[in-house]
């Protein structure tokens, strides 16, 4: 049985269209589509420049049954017009006479390694859930996430592939109302690439930035240090 009828993506990444959030929140709405859901996509950061921005943004909330909220690591957590765009949203259902009955369900990525980095960030989630009477059914954490670099994941090649596959069992799951697979969990956390990997290209992208800008030999400075 199909619970949730409709369902809304809101991007909290500031990149919009060509983010990571935006990767993993339009595949996962294909697949729901696929289910015979209804979706839609709010971008939340033009959104909020506007007095009419902010009243499509609620609307689209008020006729949605399943709320995703997909957003990119903040300094261990949200993007601050992704915490806003949660205040209007709880301000508005605190004035409402009758809220909807609506479930929330978060994908957070960060580009560092470690999947459980967004830990914090998706338990901030949880308790906007509990707080404002959503039900909260789970929340996803990549970590690494900068390497799709907004590519569609069909186009991300084999690194993808149990982010995909996350990705389909939270569809599935999402598709009849139930809460997300610890195994979906499991699967998105995975790394994307060796973490020593990880660090080799972190490395050499610092040092290509440093000849850039003439301090190649000043990398181990401290100028600061008495």
């Known amino acids: 049985m199909k619970e949730s009828k409709r369902t809304l993506l809101l991007i909290g990444s500031p990149r919009g269209p060509k983010s990571t959030s935006e990767s993993l929140g339009a595949y996962l709405l294909k697949k729901l589509q696929g289910y015979g859901l209804e979706t839609e996509k709010v971008y939340i950061y033009p959104s909020l420049r506007s007095d009419e921005g902010r009243v499509i ?3 689209a909330v008020e006729s949605s049954d399943l709320l995703i909220l997909s957003f990119p690591l903040y300094v261990d957590s949200l993007p601050s017009p992704a915490i806003a765009a949660l205040e209007l949203i709880a301000e508005h259902r605190k004035t409402s006479k009758k809220p909807k009955s609506q479930k929330l369900l978060a994908i957070a990525n960060n580009g560092f390694p ?3 980095q967004n830990d914090t960030a998706l338990a901030i989630c949880s308790r906007f859930a509990s707080e404002t009477g959503i039900e909260w059914v789970g929340g996803l954490a990549l970590g690494g996430g900068e390497a799709i670099r907004g590519r569609p ?10 982010v995909k596959k996350a990705l389909d069992l939270a569809a599935a ?5 139930k809460s997300m697979p610890q195994e979906a969990k499991a699967l998105m956390a995975k790394p994307l690439a060796p973490i020593w990997m990880y660090v080799w290209f972190g490395n050499r992208r610092w040092k290509s930035q440093a000849k850039k800008h003439g301090a190649q030999n000043k990398l181990f400075h401290r100028p600061y240090q008495k």
Do not use: H, I, S, V
């Open 57 to 59: 943004l609620l609307r």
């Open 114 to 116: 470690e999947a459980d």
């Open 153 to 162: 994941l069909d186009e991300a090649g084999g690194m993808a592939r149990n």
């Open 173 to 177: 799951a999402m598709a009849e109302g």
